[in-house]
């Protein structure tokens, strides 16, 4: 091969590599700016919480379940629990909206990093997209984990490790310092879609797929909330735990009760996940009667025996 036959090969081989990564950059979607939850999904969930004891859909093993049963939120009033913070997957279990930054490279303006600005109860994320390293396994664990991403099309998809260990839902439902996280960001014009996928070894026999719905807003959400300042709230400061002892969790008949769900159904596991356990509660489900006010509150407790 001639040399001007190389330098043609050559110049022809850069312009098909700009060409593809003009294309990849071009396909990428731009993420920066200030998101506003849009609560319909789980709304009940992501506002005042959910019921003390309802794992129902989620794919807790034994022991997720019986940490979760042990589990009473009068912990979060001592003391050194109070600015503990969530997991990074509260992005999409919480009521907040999140704001979205970058930071690039200087010389050649390459995004570095995308930044996922958090509320006093979240660590903030940063999603790394330089291609540096996992750490170690033995690496130390934080509470926004480690994250690393790429494009997909104009799909971001992060991948977290590295996360202390957390709480599935409010209510104590367990993840460990062992799960993993991927999460995907789609957006179609002004709504952005985060597709979190949770998987735990100990605690879970298949994935939690959770998903939450953000509308690109005007008015500018701050990437940090007020800071978290603990205080005394109450406990007896005796150094004990706040918890349940097996089998004594009194809200275990709560939802029962309430809305006549079989207590099998309310204890979760993945069979509870799909759409055919309806065929199994059809003969343990019992519809309660029509409620004419105050819907969805608690159960009134029982009269006391005379």
């Known amino acids: 091969m001639d040399t001007m036959t190389r330098l ?59 940490k979760a049963l042990s589990y009473s939120a009068s912990q979060l ?33 390459t995004v570095t990093a995308w930044k996922l600005g ?8 940063t999603i790394w997209m ?49 799960a993993t996280l991927t999460t995907r960001f789609i957006r179609h014009g002004d709504l952005l879609t985060v597709l ?20 690109l807003d005007a008015a500018p959400i701050s990437p940090v909330g007020p800071p978290c300042v603990p205080g005394y709230e109450g406990t007896s400061g005796d150094g004990s735990v706040p918890h349940y002892v097996p089998e004594k969790n009194p809200f275990v008949e709560e939802l029962t009760n309430q809305y006549g769900i079989p207590r099998d159904a309310v204890l979760g596991g993945a069979e509870t996940m799909y759409p055919e356990y309806r065929k199994k509660l059809k003969t343990a489900y019992v519809r309660p009667e029509k409620c004419p006010r105050n819907c969805g509150a608690p159960a009134p407790p029982p009269a006391p025996a005379r």
């Open 8 to 66: 043609r090969t050559g110049l022809a081989l850069v312009l098909v590599m700009t060409a593809a990564a003009s294309r990849s950059a071009s396909a990428q979607s731009e993420l920066s700016g200030s998101w506003a939850a849009r609560n319909h999904e789980d709304a009940l969930e992501r506002a005042a919480g959910p019921h003390a004891v309802d794992y129902t859909g989620l794919p807790l093993n034994e022991d997720g379940r019986a």
């Open 196 to 215: 979190a996928v949770l998987e735990d070894p100990i605690y879970l026999t298949e994935p939690e797929i959770i998903t939450k719905n953000f509308q």
């Open 77 to 109: 009033a001592m003391i050194e629990r109070q600015c503990a913070l969530w997991p990074p997957f509260y992005l999409v279990l919480g009521p907040f909206g999140m704001k979205v930054w970058n930071e690039t490279e200087p010389v050649n303006g």
């Open 118 to 125: 958090a509320w006093e109860d979240r660590a903030p994320t």
């Open 130 to 178: 330089d291609g540096r390293p996992r750490p170690s396994k033995n690496a130390p664990h934080e509470r926004g984990g480690f994250t690393t991403g790429t494009w997909e099309g104009n799909m971001l998809v992060a991948y977290t490790t590295h996360m202390k260990a957390g709480v599935i839902r409010r209510n104590g439902a367990p993840s460990s310092d062992e």
